[in-house]
DNA sequence: TCACTATATAATTATACATGCATATAGCTA
DNA sequence: TAGCTATATGCATGTATAATTATATAGTGA
């Protein structure tokens, strides 16, 4: 049993990585440091929402910085944030291919809202069908 | 360049994994499938609460679930999250390490907040020193 | 010093969501 | 059927936080 604080510590980890903005800075500081304006421009959205999210990745140590005359160079420090995106990556695409497997099979057959049955109409929202 | 509703898609992933009480969940079933009551039994808590966030990683394909007579045996479907959680475990442990590394160096050098100097504040904060 | 650029922060608002309580649903047994 | 157990769901509330706007801070160069 792992202890309480750090369920919360890595929860948090998990939470700060749970936000499409953040997930699309790590990924464009995938090709190396860049200025908070170099990413701004890149990433449709204004600098003080940018900034913010850059500071809550560093304090989570997931980004570094350095100044360079008067930009602020961010960068990625552990780079395992790529992994785990990959990782989950794979995992919500074999989830999505689950879904579209049993997306054509009949209801529920148990009392139960099993997988097939109910998963079917979650397939169904992503395409809009509902 | 990851495709927008993806990013959107891993991150509502990372966002499931980034409640403390799920994450207990999980690691409270990864000694086998548990019936609800068991699970509650087990994590201080209220059945409705459990079952909800039950009900999210059913959604999310990180659980499933089989009925047994009365009782909903849920298991972990996914074993990624068990990766996912010890590489973040050890990405977490490393940061604080560096914290640790840092904290009792002397304070800021330059203009920017760097890791040193900001970050003793959140060490000494986690001491519950502030 | 002043003006300019780059970045950070403060204040506000809106929304998502975890929690807790009450209740509903489903299955079992008599 | 009724009564029981197990699980799910509806509703209300509080809290965390993302986005926006305006402004402050820091560095550069004249």
Do not use: W
Not at 33 to 56: C, D, F, R, Y
Not at 91 to 112: D, E, M
């Amino acid at each position: 049993m792992i202890h309480e604080k750090m369920v919360e510590l890595v929860a948090r980890r998990f939470q700060i990585l749970g936000e499409p903005c953040r997930l699309r800075i790590l990924q464009t500081l995938q090709g190396g440091a860049m200025t908070v304006n170099q990413i701004v421009s890149e990433l449709e959205g204004n600098q003080p929402n940018i900034s913010k999210h850059l500071q809550i990745l560093f304090d989570a140590g997931l980004v570094g910085r350095a100044r360079s005359r008067n930009s602020v160079f961010y960068s990625v420090a552990d780079p395992v944030v790529f992994k785990l995106c990959d990782l989950v990556c794979r995992s919500t695409a074999r989830h999505a291919a689950h879904l579209q497997q049993y997306a054509a099979g009949t209801g529920r057959r148990s009392g139960i809202q099993t997988q097939k049955s109910h998963l079917r109409s979650k397939v169904g929202s992503l395409q809009g069908v509902n």
